[in-house]
């Protein structure tokens, strides 16, 4: 499993400076040490978001619901600040924190208990989320000038250079470089994904392994909610619509394998930065944002292939060792 991650990081490490000395050649300001940090700091939620499905990827389930989880405490922490003014700003995260585990509790009874296949539960709570979005709000914004100064400045806010939004994003990539290579339950995602059944006879318990996994998605997702709202000085029924697909591109681009098992720290926050780099590129040289998508795409074709081709090259490698053996 390791062996490919250095290889899949490092390709996808180079498509992106090819990708950023392209952009400066026909836009030299890109590389500005101010635009790049901008790049970052736009990027950061889709990072965040990338991680926690990463964890899901890795039991192999998926979950869809992330941005519904995203726009619902993001709603929901907006109108608590109309109503709370003065409610401290680690109270609000934690409130964020877990209503977001909450949701990701759901996902992960239904997954775990009922053994419903994660893409129809995701499918469902996506939609439940949103809907419960339209009922709480009645349909209407939470605009800037409803939000309290302190509620909209803290993600804004700069220490040393970066904004607290991109702090907060490196915070939590450090944290989960150390929680999947040096916990056990790190090593346990990584157990259920690659063979759930020799799993179970190490003593994993691979339903509750999935059920965690939805919980920090779910944790991260309502973290973000809160920066998100926060930054934009907005929230509204359709919030981050569709971005579910960008985080689980972002997963597939660094190399996360869909069937499980799979995948690095490293490679979900590259393929996150492979995003944003082309989502913030495609203006600046004057190159129509549907081209975004077919982009997009085509990195997700290429890295599933690539993902394909190097677990058929792994099983020749275990059958030719298998037969010198015989």
Request: charged share 10%; glycine share 10%; with cysteine.
């Amino acid at each position: 499993m390791m062996r490919f991650i250095p290889v899949r990081e490092t390709i996808l490490g180079s498509a992106i400076l090819l990708l950023i000395i392209l952009i400066t050649s026909r836009f030299p300001g890109f590389v500005a040490p101010s635009n790049l940090a901008n790049v970052f700091n736009d990027t950061a939620p889709l990072m965040i978001l990338a991680l926690g499905q990463m964890v899901v990827i890795l039991t192999r389930c998926i979950d869809l619901s992330v941005a519904a989880n995203l726009a619902l405490t993001g709603m929901v922490v907006a109108m608590i600040n109309v109503a709370m003014p003065g409610l401290p700003i680690p109270m609000i995260i934690t409130i964020a924190i877990l209503m977001g585990a909450f949701m990701g509790v759901i996902n992960g009874v239904l997954v775990w208990k009922l053994s419903i296949p994660p893409i129809v539960v995701t499918l469902g709570t996506m939609t439940i989320f949103r809907g419960i979005i339209f009922l709480i709000s009645d349909g209407k914004w939470v605009n800037s000038h409803e939000m309290s100064p302190a509620f909209t400045a803290f993600p804004r806010a700069v220490f040393l250079g970066l904004p607290v939004l991109s702090w907060i994003a490196i915070f939590i990539v450090i944290i989960f470089a150390v929680m999947m290579s040096r916990t056990q339950f790190g090593r346990s995602i990584f157990a259920v994904g690659g063979n759930p059944h020799a799993a179970v006879y190490t003593g994993i318990n691979v339903g509750k392994t999935q059920f965690w996994a939805f919980v920090v998605s779910g944790a991260l997702a309502g973290l973000t909610g809160y920066l998100w709202v926060a930054r934009y000085a907005v929230a509204y029924v359709d919030i981050a619509g569709g971005f579910e697909l960008e985080v689980v591109a972002a997963c597939v681009i660094g190399g996360i394998s869909i069937a499980g098992g799979i995948g690095s720290v490293g490679g979900a926050v590259l393929g996150a930065i492979f995003l944003g780099v082309v989502k913030n590129a495609l203006p600046v040289v004057n190159i129509s944002p549907f081209w975004q998508l077919a982009i997009s795409g085509s990195a997700i074709l290429i890295a599933v292939a690539f993902n394909a081709k190097s677990g058929r090259t792994k099983d020749r490698i275990i059958l030719k060792s298998a037969e010198a053996k015989q």
